[in-house]
């Protein structure tokens, strides 16, 4: 067997080892291991991983486990990258409120510099774990990196920082919010600060809303106990959706630095205005209650609509419509921009008008941008909207996995896709009110778009539009091709 420090990178910058905390659990299995196999694959993985967890495993069982999760998901497996990661992978038995497990890390990480610590394990155990961690001598120059839920309201959210913040500096901490891995959620400011056919018109002097919505057309399935106590809010919304937003609505960075990218986010999060449960809309699908560990009487939302405002000279007046479900008709996630209507267009005649253009930003599934621009309709002085859609996939070529892009990135010290301290309470802020004041749950049948109360949320503005799906082929329809479908 290989000792950690032969296979330590050389490299004197790098992470010198990886603890993964938890590596027993479920996100593993489902996600670490495979994008830790990719990271390999790509030559990026380059220090020990080293696991940590209370069952009974010794080194073997930890090497058979990752090679059946990754045989499970990876469609190119390959003998030889897998051995080269079997090498890296070493097991730590322990309790996480133990001393001993602590020594017992520490010697298997003498002579590691700049340790990575990854806390995948339940929130509860944060605290205890850095601060075993901070007393063992084991926080000098590590980094450590958590998974959400990060905090379940604004106090706990608040407590859990100061927990961490307790033994470590703010870049010391890398907290995941996998959608930032995501590419096309990466590409908002691209598309946005990079085309100067889009920035000079990204404001309220030419867009009427901004509708954001994700949509899943699966249950809640095993993971019933958990999210009966979460719902759609706090799983999806004041996390994923309202980076999303803030990406789709903040100032362009002043530089290339984290921190340059995070104050213009948090100063978008600064300008939203507590969320007015009057202007949100909560269902909750049939069935729902039946599921394994969901209480009988939950109110629990799994499916949540909003309307938000950012108080600034770029969005004033512009309404944010975020809506995310469950049990929906569809898997899609996506960004729409809604532009104003063209004035009355005199050689239409009279009571035509034209479309708003749009803009869509798909992120899920098969990302890809679409363009909504009016043409002459084949019949007629009508006009009619078409679309000019593109799939990145085509264009660019498959990009990183989330997982693998923030593991890759957390490694090497990198903090741009991974959410800061006072950011993450500004969203924590925004959504209290309806945390408080959650009000009626409506139901609706799976497989629809959600309670039809949605609709009166969006009164006065544009109609909530059916998200724009994928060609059914699976391929998208080809790139920068205009189609006279409805998105
Ligand atoms: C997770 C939520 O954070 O994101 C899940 O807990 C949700 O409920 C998932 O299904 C969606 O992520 P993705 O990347 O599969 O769209």
Wanted: net charge neutral.
């Amino acid at each position: 067997m290989l000792r950690l420090q032969e296979v330590t990178s050389k490299d004197s910058e790098a992470t010198g080892a990886l603890v993964i905390f938890g590596i027993s659990g479920d996100l593993a299995r489902k996600m670490t291991f495979h994008a830790l196999y990719r990271l390999e694959r790509r030559g990026r993985l380059t220090c020990p991983v080293v696991g940590v967890a209370m069952d009974d495993w010794t080194d073997e069982h930890l090497r058979a486990q990752a090679r059946a999760a990754i045989e499970g998901l990876e469609p190119r497996f390959s003998k030889r990258v897998f051995t080269r990661l079997a090498q890296r992978l070493r097991y730590v038995r322990g309790n996480f409120e133990d001393q001993r497990t602590y020594g017992a890390l520490k010697q298997a990480l003498s002579g590691v510099q700049r340790p990575l610590f990854y806390l995948e394990i339940p929130p509860s155990l944060f605290g205890t774990v850095v601060k075993q961690l901070a007393a063992a001598g084991l926080t000098d120059g590590a980094r450590v990196m958590v998974e959400k839920p990060f905090g379940y309201d604004i106090q706990s959210a608040r407590k859990l920082n100061g927990q961490l913040r307790e033994v470590l500096d703010e870049d010391q901490i890398l907290r995941i919010d996998h959608f930032l891995g995501k590419e096309p959620v990466m590409d908002l400011q691209f598309l946005r600060f990079a085309n100067d056919i889009l920035e000079p018109v990204w404001n309220r002097e030419h867009i009427s809303a901004v509708q954001i919505s994700m949509a899943e057309d699966f249950g809640v399935e095993d993971r019933g106990s958990f999210y009966d106590a979460v719902g759609a809010l706090r799983d999806v919304v004041q996390n994923h959706l309202l980076q999303v937003m803030a990406l789709a609505a903040m100032e362009p960075p002043a530089g290339a630095d984290a921190d340059d990218l995070r104050n213009k986010k948090t100063d978008v999060f600064r300008a939203v205005p507590e969320l007015e449960p009057e202007h949100s809309v909560r269902g909750q699908y049939e069935g729902y209650r039946k599921v394994a560990g969901v209480g009988r009487r939950s109110t629990t939302e799994t499916y949540v609509a909003l309307r938000l405002a950012v108080d600034n000279w770029r969005w004033a007046g512009v309404p944010f419509f975020i809506r995310a479900g469950k049990a929906m008709a569809e898997r899609v996630t996506e960004v729409r921009v809604v532009f104003r209507h063209p004035p009355h267009l005199a050689f239409l005649g009279r009571s035509a008008r034209a479309e708003a253009n749009q803009v869509i930003l798909r992120i899920d599934p098969q990302p890809g941008l679409c363009l909504v621009l009016n043409s002459k309709g084949s019949e007629g002085r009508s006009s009619q909207p078409v679309h000019l859609d593109l799939s990145f996939a085509a264009e660019l070529g498959r990009p990183a996995e989330p997982y693998e892009r923030l593991i890759d990135d957390a490694l090497r010290g990198d903090h741009r896709l991974f959410t800061r301290e006072d950011t993450v309470e500004e969203t924590w802020r925004i959504v209290q009110p309806l945390l408080d004041s959650p009000g009626p749950v409506l139901p609706y049948r799976q497989g629809t778009w959600g309670p039809s109360e949605a609709a009166g949320l969006v009164r006065g503005h544009p109609a909530w539009h059916e998200p724009w799906l994928p060609s059914p082929a699976g391929g998208q329809s080809t790139s920068r091709r205009a189609t006279r479908r409805k998105p």
